[in-house]
T-cell receptor, first 114, second 109 residues
Framework: DTGVSQDPRHKITKRGQNVTFRCDPISEHNRLYWYRQTLGQGPEFLTY????????KSRLLSDRFSAERPKGSFSTLEIQRTEQGDSAMYLC????????????FGQGTRLTVV | EDQVTQSPEALRLQEGESSSLNCSYT??????LFWYRQDPGKGPEFLFTLYSAGEEKEKERLKATLTKKESFLHITAPKPEDSATYLCAVHNYGQNFVFGPGTRLSVLP
């Protein structure tokens, strides 16, 4: 399978705990995006990498959220001190650099904070 | 601020009943407009990219068109398997994709 892979698919955590999600992009893609989606809404931009550089972060991304992409390959998204409002689907996408090319999404990680 | 709106919010069609979904956008610099299909519990699946007004793309029963202010996704003779949420997104010069809320399409047999 050469698509975008996300792990885990589902995560249930208690409020206040830290969680980390992983995304493996399509191998030749150097752009990687993280989005959050709640029920009935479209995906909401969180952050974007080109290779290992984090080029843009949404103003909505609080200090409890951090993302990394070491060596420009896989990426991790960590949420510290989770809150119930963090419950959502977290989507990762990747695309090729150059012009405006489509992004391909993974199946997402469904986070439930109890 | 870049914005994308979609209408209708939800649409129910009988099998074979053609219709169109609308995507209206305001963006500081449009680099591309994208349509995605999303099934429940899954990530969005890429359908089309449109770059300039007047452009059209087709795939099976779907046809996407683009004007300077909006895009339409035309569905011809839909089947129940076309039931999904259809998302529209614009790619701006800030390099990220801005999504609309989607249109939930149900096609009844």
């Amino acid at each position: 399978d050469t698509g975008v892979s996300q792990d885990p698919r589902h995560k249930i955590t208690k409020r206040g705990q830290n969680v980390t999600f992983r995304c493996d992009p399509i191998s030749e893609h150097n752009r990687l995006y993280w989005y959050r989606q709640t029920l009935g809404q479209g995906p909401e931009f969180l952050t974007y990498f080109q290779n290992e550089a984090q080029l843009e972060k949404s103003r909505l991304l609080s200090d409890r959220f951090s993302a990394e992409r070491p060596k420009g390959s896989f990426s991790t998204l960590e949420i510290q001190r989770t809150e119930q409002g963090d419950s959502a689907m977290y989507l990762c996408a990747s695309s090729l650099q150059g012009g405006s090319t489509e992004a391909f999404f993974g199946q997402g990680t469904r986070l439930t904070v109890v | 601020e870049d914005q994308v709106t979609q209408s209708p919010e939800a649409l129910r069609l009988q099998e074979g009943e053609s219709s169109s979904l609308n995507c209206s956008y305001t963006v500081s610099g449009l680099r591309g407009l994208f349509w995605y299909r999303q099934d429940p519990g899954k990530g969005p699946e890429f359908l089309f990219t449109l770059y300039s007004a007047g452009e059209e793309k087709e795939k099976e029963r779907l046809k996407a068109t683009l004007t300077k202010k909006e895009s339409f996704l035309h569905i011809t003779a839909p089947k129940p398997e076309d039931s999904a949420t259809y998302l529209c997104a614009v790619h701006n010069y800030g390099q990220n994709f801005v999504f609309g809320p989607g249109t939930r399409l149900s096609v009844l047999p």
